[in-house]
């Protein structure tokens, strides 16, 4: 995808679409678009948590993902809950997502804990090869009662 394009599919799963820029200000679109598509459901996720670990996401395939190509956002959008997937073009797995032990990060240290918080907040997460690069992804659970605003 070239620039910035948005689809949502009218499907009984909606989902989105977005290219993103290789840079950090893909990070506050990633979590505005996370925030509109959580407000389209009745029984959505939790929309904080999801844009916390969203932005996550992104800020490390800006980061560490080889390559300057686009970063792309998938957010679905199911009836138990959400998934979130971020592409970028570096097949390299994501440090420690889905090891059995995550070292605690050094307090002394600025990064270190957003994968600690993808592991420690989702109800699951990992990652996948993709033709272009790899696709790391984590899932919220639905909140019963939780309401969209009015």
Sequence with gaps: MNGLALYECPTES???????????????VARALVRTALAEVEHAAD???????????????????????PIELVVQLLPTGC???????????????????????????EGGRGLLLIRALSSSCGHRPTSSGKA???????????????
């Design 136 to 150: 790391v992804w984590f899932r919220l659970p639905a909140i019963p009662g939780q309401r969209r605003p009015a």
């Design 14 to 28: 909606a989902s989105w679409r977005i290219a993103l820029p290789h840079t950090a200000a893909a990070v506050p």
């Design 47 to 69: 929309s904080d948590t999801a844009e916390l670990l969203t932005a996550e996401l992104v800020a490390n395939a800006v980061e560490h993902a080889v390559g300057r190509g």
């Design 83 to 109: 998934q979130v997937e971020v592409h970028d073009p570096d097949p390299a797995p994501p440090g420690h997502l889905t090891r059995p032990v995550i070292e605690q990060p050094d307090p002394w240290q």
